[in-house]
């Protein structure tokens, strides 16, 4: 045991804080921290974005939905930055579709994570606490105008610091038994029953944020969490799709998702389908639809590469005459499967 692991060990989210600013010198340190992190392939992509503007701070407090983050004396967002490496790139005669893919993508994310808990681990070991702030995706697009991100950068992760004037209880984790596995993963037959002592052990536990009201269960707060899923949220990738990001997705039938609990289909009388409720059919002309939303050509080419033959159709005659049952057995898809994902993205608009 060393002073570090006995830091790390007694980690408590602090979301209350004195009145102080952090020495300059001390910020400084943080950031040589968080630049000294490790980096997928040493390409760095990531960016750090000091909130210094309380307009700003309010403005990120509303997103996340928490009072104390416009209260905190540091505000850092670790953010995607693909877009640094892509200007070099650029700069250079390089414009490579791969600078905007998900691999590029997640190296960044995994790297402001990183970097994100460097920070926290040095931090803390300074007396300072901190609180992580998964909440700023709660309006990604928002927080990109907020941030004024341009293309390829994505907000990460918030991290809230300062020092602390709470003192929490020690959150008890779950047992490393249900959370450390050797070699492949580990499926219980009973989870209710490995998570018993946990349960209970939760509910002796106050968090500051419930007027401290002991909590409940952990397996109530499973399903609360849960229920308490928003549409933001749910829908993240599209904000991602719109900072320039590739999401690279081709069509994967139904029985090649592994999906839990998949019910037996219901039995019903079989209905053919006829029309969306945009008014899709399968003879409704692609150029019809391209001319009525033309964002959609472009959403296409992003979640299929095999409809990237849509760019050598576009000045030819057969364009004209393609209807959208032959636009789906281009890319190998179910024809109301694809209408289903276009409807997706006309409402997204």
Not at 94 to 116: H, K, P, V, Y
Not at 172 to 183: A, G, I, S, T, W
Request: aromatic share 10%; proline share 4%.
């Amino acid at each position: 045991m060393n002073t570090t692991i006995e830091t790390q060990l007694n980690h408590k989210t602090i979301r209350k804080f004195k009145d102080k600013q952090i020495d300059g010198p001390i910020v400084s340190t943080l950031l040589e921290v968080a630049n000294r992190t490790a980096s997928s392939t040493g390409m760095q992509t990531y960016s750090i974005i000091r909130i210094t503007d309380q307009d700003k701070k309010n403005a990120i407090s509303k997103i996340c939905g928490q009072a104390y983050v416009a209260e905190a004396p540091e505000l850092w967002i670790f953010v995607v930055d693909a877009f640094r490496n892509a200007k070099i790139a650029s700069e250079q005669d390089c414009n490579l579709e791969s600078r905007r893919d998900m691999d590029r993508f997640f190296q960044g994310f995994t790297d402001a994570i990183l970097a994100a808990q460097n920070v926290t681990v040095a931090l803390e070991s300074l007396g300072l606490g901190g609180v992580y702030l998964g909440s700023i995706l709660n309006d990604s697009v928002e927080m990109t105008r907020v941030l004024n991100l341009p293309e390829f950068t994505f907000p990460a992760l918030g991290l809230g610091f300062g020092y602390p004037d709470q003192e929490p209880q020690l959150k008890p984790r779950m047992d490393l038994d249900l959370k450390v596995f050797e070699n492949e993963y580990k499926i219980f037959d009973n989870y209710m029953e490995e998570i018993k002592d946990y349960d209970e052990v939760m509910t002796t536990y106050y968090d500051l944020r419930n007027a401290n009201q002991r909590v409940d269960s952990f397996s109530k707060q499973v399903i609360a969490r849960l229920e308490g899923a928003t549409e933001n949220r749910s829908g993240i990738l599209n904000t991602v799709l719109r900072q320039g990001f590739d999401l690279c997705l081709t069509y994967v039938p139904d029985t090649d998702i592994k999906t839990m609990f998949k019910k037996p289909p219901a039995k019903k009388e079989e209905s053919s389908f006829t029309k969306s409720k945009s008014g899709l059919e399968f003879d409704t002309k692609v150029i019809d639809l391209f001319d009525q939303h033309p964002y959609v050509k472009e959403y296409l080419l992003n979640i299929n590469p095999k409809f990237n033959q849509l760019k050598t159709l576009s000045a030819s005659e057969t364009l004209r005459v393609m209807t959208l049952n032959d636009l789906a057995s281009l890319a190998g898809m179910p024809t109301d499967s694809m209408i289903y994902m276009i409807e997706s993205r006309i409402d997204e608009e």
